[in-house]
C-alpha cells in the first residue's frame, strides 16, 4: 500500500532525516523590523546611542531602588533551611508591590534571576494562568525546577506531561542532591497571588506542605492590595501551614520620582518634553495604571517620534566634544540647514544680529551656518543644565513649605516652569511670603541645601568631563555660590539695630505717669503711622529674597519659548496630539473607521470609496450592515435592514423576486451577531421582530 493512501483523511508528515530536539532552544535576539537605510541614518544613530545610555541609567537605578528589599528576600531565602530543619510550615514571604499590576511579572523576573545567582536556591515562577488547576499547577512547578537545571544537558530526555507529579519531583531531588552536603531550596513565586482560584491555591498549598518534611520549599507571595488579602483568601487549617513573613516594597509614584530626578530630568537627558506632554504621561500614571515601566514607555516614544518627525533633531544628541558636534553638522544636508534656517526661534536671534552681512551670510551661506551652529547647540544645553539646577534649588526651597503652594515633587515644579514664567505666579509670590517669615536658623538650612545643590551640578559637570561627554558652563553657578555664601555670612552676622536698652525707654516715655486715656490713644496712633525700623536679620532675609528671586529663578527659570534662545524647537517634544493619539488611543472611534470605510486599514483597492457614505457590494457584510444601520432610527426593522442588505449585496436580485437567498439570509444574520457582540445593537423586548440601536 502506498505510504499516502489511507482510508481516512489524514496529514502524512516526512521528517527526511530530521530528529527530535533534545532539550530546549535558546530564543533568538529579537530583529530590528527597520531596514538599513533607516538605521544608517543620522537622527535613528543619534536616538538609538542616546536612548541606550538612558536606558542603562535607568536599570541602574531601578536594580538601586530595589536594593534594600531585594537583600532583604535573598536573606530570607537563604536563611530558611540553613539554621533549622523544617517545622511543619512553609517558610513563606509575602511581597507587597502595589497596584502597578503591569510591572509585577518583570518585577519577579529579575527577582527570580538574583534568587539564582546569589542564593543556593532553584526557582520557579506560577502565574494564575499556569495554575488554573491544581493539577496544572503541579505540573508547572515540576517542570520549571527540572527543566532549570536539564535545560543545559541536551542528551537528557525531557519528561512527559502524565510524568509531572511531587514523586518524580521528590526522586529527582534527592538523586541529584545526595552528594552535596548542604542541598539546594526549592523557591516557587507566586506573582500575581489575588489571581489565583482560592481552592486551587489553598490545596496547593496544603499538598506542598506535605512534602515539606522531603522537599525545602520556599513560598514567595506577589500581593498587590493589602496583607488582610492572604488573611481572607487563606482560612486558618491553611494559614497555619504557612510561617508567614511581610516585605514591603516602595510605591510605584515612589520609585517614578526618583527615575525623573536622577535620569529623566536632569542634564544627562537633554531631550525634554513640553509642558502639556509631560502632564498627560504623569496623568496616565496616576490615574490608569501606576505603571513606572507605563511611563518609561510612553517617554520612549516621545523620544522616537521626536527624532522621527524630522532629521536635524538628532542635533540635540549628547556629544563628546566639540569635534563630534561639528562632525555631527557635516552631515546635514542643504535642504536640512534650510530646515534650521526656518524654526521659528531663529529668527529672533538674526533680528539680534547688528551686522548686516551677518545676517546675509547667515541664510545664504551654508559654510557660515554649520561654523556658528555649534556655538550655538551649546548654548542651549548651558540653557538647560542651569534650568535643572535653577529647578532643584527652587524644589529644595519651596517643597516642604506650608500647603506646598507650587507642589513638593521636582515633576509639578518642571511643568510649571516649562509651560509658562513661573516666577510671575501668584504661588510663587506666595512662596517668597512664605520664605521670608522663616527663621534665621530655617533660612540657614535651606541656604545650604541650595549650596548642596550647585555642588552636585559642578560635580556631575565633572563627572561628564570624565565621560568625555560636552561640558557645561559652570560660571554662572559659581557665581550663585559664591552671591549666597556671602548672604549667608551676613545673615550670621546680622544683629538688631535697636537695643534692649532703647526699646525699654520708648515703652517708658510712650507708658508715662498721669497720662490720660485719649492722649495714649493719639501717641499710639501717631507710633503706629511711622515706619517700623527693620532689624538687621530681616533687611538681610530681604537682600537674600530679592536675590533669589532676579539673580537664580528670573534668570534661569525662563520658559524655552520665551526668551531668544535659538535652535530649542531641537531639544522639545511638543506633539502632545500624536503621544495622545498612540498612547491613549480611541477604540471606539477606531471601530467606527474600520466599519464605515474598512479601506483605510486594508488597503484594498476594492473597498475603496468615493464618499465616506457611500456603499459598494464589494465591502465586508458586517461593514454593509453597520452602515446601513446607521441610517435607521432607533428601532430598526429586520425585514427591511434584510431588504437593504440583499439590495447591496446581491446585485442580480430583482425587484419582483420576493425570496431571499439563504446564503444571503446567512450572511446578514452573522453579520447583526457580530454587531450585537461589539454592542452597536441589541434584541427588542417590545418587538420581536426589532432590534434596538444601541449609539448615536
Given at each position: 500500500m502506498d505510504l499516502t493512501n489511507s482510508v481516512s483523511k489524514g496529514v502524512f508528515v516526512f521528517k527526511n532525516g530530521a530528529t527530535r530536539a533534545k532539550g530546549r532552544k535558546k530564543a533568538k535576539p529579537c530583529q530590528s523590523f527597520l531596514e538599513n537605510e533607516v538605521t544608517k541614518q543620522l537622527w535613528f544613530q543619534g536616538y538609538r546611542k542616546d536612548w541606550d545610555r538612558l536606558q542603562a541609567m535607568i536599570e541602574q537605578l531601578q536594580c538601586g531602588s530595589y536594593g534594600k528589599i531585594l537583600d532583604d528576600l535573598l536573606a530570607f531565602v537563604e536563611n530558611c533551611y540553613f539554621a533549622q530543619d523544617y517545622d511543619g510550615a512553609l517558610p513563606t514571604a509575602a511581597l507587597l508591590t502595589g497596584i502597578n499590576q503591569i510591572d509585577h511579572l518583570s518585577q519577579f523576573e529579575k527577582l527570580a534571576d538574583n534568587i539564582r545567582?546569589?542564593?543556593?536556591?532553584?526557582?520557579?515562577?506560577?502565574?494564575?494562568?499556569?495554575?488554573?488547576?491544581?493539577?496544572?499547577?503541579?505540573?508547572?512547578?515540576?517542570?520549571?525546577?527540572?527543566?532549570?537545571?536539564t535545560s543545559d544537558c541536551p542528551e537528557e530526555k525531557l519528561l512527559r506531561k502524565n510524568q509531572l507529579n511531587l514523586s518524580v519531583l521528590k526522586a529527582w531531588y534527592l538523586e541529584k542532591q545526595h552528594q552535596r552536603e548542604r542541598k539546594p531550596n526549592l523557591t516557587i513565586i507566586l506573582p500575581d497571588f489575588e489571581l489565583f482560584n482560592p481552592k486551587v491555591l489553598q490545596d496547593l498549598i496544603l499538598i506542598l506542605n506535605s512534602c515539606g518534611h522531603n522537599l525545602p520549599l520556599v513560598l514567595i507571595f506577589g500581593v498587590a492590595t493589602a496583607i488582610t488579602t492572604i488573611h481572607n483568601v487563606l482560612p486558618y487549617h491553611v494559614m497555619s501551614k504557612i510561617k508567614l513573613s511581610t516585605f514591603q516594597s516602595e510605591p510605584s509614584i515612589t520609585n517614578l520620582n526618583i527615575l525623573l530626578d536622577h535620569v529623566l530630568l536632569t542634564p544627562y537627558c537633554p531631550f525634554h518634553l513640553s509642558g502639556k506632554s509631560f502632564k498627560l504621561l504623569l496623568d496616565i500614571f496616576l490615574f490608569y495604571d501606576f505603571s513606572v515601566n507605563g511611563f518609561v514607555q510612553g517617554f520612549k516614544y516621545a523620544y522616537l517620534e521626536h527624532y522621527f518627525q524630522r532629521p536635524i533633531h538628532a542635533l540635540c544628541t549628547v556629544v563628546r566634544d566639540e569635534d563630534d558636534l561639528t562632525a555631527m553638522i557635516d552631515q546635514l544636508s542643504a535642504s536640512e540647514l534650510e530646515e534650521i534656517r526656518q524654526l521659528p526661534s531663529v529668527r529672533p536671534f538674526v533680528e539680534s544680529l547688528q551686522d548686516p552681512q551677518a545676517v546675509i551670510n547667515f541664510f545664504n551661506d551654508d559654510r557660515h551656518l554649520r561654523t556658528v551652529l555649534p556655538a550655538m547647540l551649546v548654548?542651549?544645553?548651558?540653557?538647560?543644565?542651569?534650568?535643572?539646577?535653577?529647578?532643584?534649588?527652587?524644589?529644595?526651597?519651596?517643597?516642604?513649605?506650608?500647603?506646598?503652594?507650587?507642589?513638593?515633587?521636582?515633576?509639578?515644579?518642571?511643568?510649571?516652569?516649562?509651560?509658562?514664567?513661573?516666577?510671575?505666579?501668584?504661588?510663587?509670590?506666595?512662596?517668597?511670603?512664605?520664605?521670608?517669615?522663616?527663621?534665621?536658623?530655617?533660612?540657614?538650612?535651606?541656604?545650604?541645601?541650595?549650596?548642596?545643590?550647585?555642588?552636585?551640578?559642578?560635580?556631575?559637570?565633572?563627572?561628564?568631563?570624565?565621560?568625555?561627554?560636552?561640558?557645561?558652563?559652570?560660571?554662572?553657578?559659581?557665581?550663585?555660590?559664591?552671591?549666597?555664601?556671602?548672604?549667608?555670612?551676613?545673615?550670621?552676622?546680622?544683629?538688631?539695630?535697636?537695643?534692649?536698652?532703647?526699646?525699654?525707654?520708648?515703652?517708658?516715655?510712650?507708658?508715662?505717669?498721669?497720662?490720660?486715656?485719649?492722649?495714649?490713644?493719639?501717641?499710639?496712633?501717631?507710633?503706629?503711622?511711622?515706619?517700623?525700623?527693620?532689624?538687621?536679620?530681616?533687611?538681610t532675609m530681604g537682600r537674600l529674597m530679592d536675590y533669589l528671586g532676579a539673580k537664580i529663578f528670573q534668570r534661569f527659570l525662563r520658559p524655552p519659548f520665551s526668551q531668544s534662545m535659538p535652535l530649542i524647537e531641537l531639544f522639545l517634544f511638543t506633539d502632545t496630539t500624536a503621544l495622545r493619539r498612540h498612547i491613549i488611543g480611541a477604540p471606539r472611534g477606531a471601530v467606527h473607521t474600520a466599519l464605515n470605510n474598512p479601506q483605510y486599514y486594508t488597503q484594498c483597492d476594492c473597498c475603496a470609496l468615493e464618499d465616506s457614505a457611500s456603499i459598494v457590494p464589494s465591502l465586508p457584510d458586517l461593514s454593509v450592515a453597520y452602515k446601513l444601520h446607521l441610517e435607521c432610527g432607533r428601532m430598526i426593522n429586520l425585514f427591511d435592514w434584510l431588504q437593504a442588505f440583499r439590495t447591496v449585496v446581491d446585485e442580480a436580485n430583482t425587484e419582483e423576486e420576493q425570496q431571499v437567498d439563504p446564503k444571503i439570509q446567512a450572511r446578514f444574520t452573522r453579520a447583526v451577531a457580530e454587531l450585537q457582540f461589539l454592542g452597536f445593537i441589541k434584541t427588542s423586548k417590545k418587538k420581536t421582530d426589532h432590534v434596538t440601536r444601541l449609539t448615536w
Open positions: 545567582n546569589n542564593t543556593f536556591s532553584n526557582v520557579v515562577i506560577l502565574q494564575s494562568r499556569d495554575g488554573s488547576t491544581i493539577k496544572h499547577a503541579i505540573e508547572t512547578i515540576v517542570e520549571g525546577f527540572i527543566e532549570d537545571q548654548r542651549v544645553h548651558n540653557y538647560w543644565f542651569t534650568f535643572h539646577c535653577a529647578l532643584e534649588i527652587l524644589r529644595s526651597l519651596v517643597g516642604d513649605l506650608p500647603k506646598a503652594p507650587l507642589g513638593k515633587q521636582l515633576r509639578d515644579l518642571y511643568c510649571c516652569a516649562v509651560s509658562s514664567d513661573i516666577t510671575a505666579l501668584p504661588e510663587f509670590k506666595e512662596c517668597l511670603q512664605l520664605l521670608s517669615f522663616l527663621s534665621k536658623e530655617e533660612m540657614l538650612q535651606k541656604i545650604k541645601a541650595v549650596l548642596d545643590v550647585v555642588l552636585n551640578y559642578v560635580t556631575r559637570n565633572d563627572q561628564l568631563s570624565t565621560e568625555g561627554c560636552l561640558l557645561y558652563d559652570v560660571a554662572p553657578l559659581e557665581e550663585l555660590a559664591n552671591g549666597l555664601a556671602v548672604l549667608a555670612d551676613e545673615l550670621v552676622a546680622a544683629t538688631y539695630d535697636l537695643l534692649p536698652g532703647e526699646q525699654g525707654n520708648d515703652q517708658k516715655q510712650l507708658l508715662s505717669p498721669g497720662m490720660g486715656r485719649q492722649e495714649l490713644r493719639e501717641k499710639l496712633l501717631t507710633a503706629a503711622r511711622h515706619n517700623k525700623q527693620e532689624s538687621g536679620v530681616t533687611r
